[in-house]
């Protein structure tokens, strides 16, 4: 289920929460824990005007060492008027695989934070997005990922799963929306997803996947491992940064 796919379905979802603007402060006390980072991931569209509190809320977590922030721009909303510079079909594809995991009745919407490919929110609150993360398990138990110059070696463990590279913009990106549903609005968007790229298939035995280079400089990288049947991701790493 979580792998890459040729079919994109379009569907829109107009279904969102009411915007918040206020921001606060998310607690930064947490410390890094053994069993990798927790994975935060973001579907929106800088064509939704419900996003922009959830984007809001998430650029406060880009910079925690004890997470992996990923923001994926999503395609469903490009035909209403302004077209979103980052969406893809593919972060598009990986939405709806956690909309048949995660078991979300209504299809895809945005925004939508998915915690560790388990649990997913809104999150347009600041201290609503910090407790859900609070309350989250660290990856723990699954295999041991160690990086190295242009690859990555995964350690032996159970499970079968498909292995991503991500490669994302930790800099913040200030898009200036003249059309849509945002019209007026400059965005500011943190950890942008470029790429998603599946490298193959870990079944538990001890292996090795070459890491394809990044194709726009600037880029950070980090190796997701998802469980092909519950989506949920076992284990995780960032990539050094590039020389």
Avoid at 123 to 130: Q, S, T, V
Wanted: glycine share 10%; aromatic share 6%; with cysteine.
């Amino acid at each position: 289920m979580f792998q890459k796919s040729l079919i994109f379905e379009i569907i829109l979802t107009l279904f969102a929460c009411d915007s918040v603007t206020t921001v606060a402060t998310v607690p930064q006390s947490h410390a890094k824990v053994a069993g990798g980072p927790i994975v935060v991931e973001l579907f929106q569209s800088q064509g939704c005007s419900s996003c922009p509190p959830t984007n809001a809320a998430f650029n406060l977590i880009a910079d925690r060492a004890d997470l992996i922030p990923l923001s994926f721009a999503v395609t469903y909303w490009d035909n209403l008027g302004w077209k979103d510079r980052f969406a893809k079909p593919a972060f598009t594809q990986r939405q709806r695989d956690y909309a048949k995991t995660l078991r979300v009745g209504a299809g895809v919407y945005t925004p939508q934070v998915v915690i560790n490919g388990a649990r997913g929110l809104v999150g347009n609150k600041p201290d609503e997005l910090a407790r859900a993360i609070a309350k989250s398990r660290v990856i723990a138990g699954g295999p041991a990922l160690t990086p190295s110059a242009g690859a990555v070696h995964i350690g032996a463990g159970t499970g079968r799963s498909t292995v991503w590279l991500v490669r994302y913009n930790p800099k913040e990106r200030r898009v200036a929306i003249s059309a849509g549903e945002n019209d007026g609005r400059t965005l500011p968007h943190r950890n942008v997803v470029r790429a998603l790229t599946p490298l193959g298939t870990w079944t538990g035995a001890a292996a090795q996947f070459s890491l394809p280079g990044a194709r726009e400089p600037g880029l950070r990288g980090a190796v997701l491992v998802q469980d092909m049947t519950s989506g949920q991701i076992v284990a995780a790493t960032r990539l050094p940064p590039p020389r």
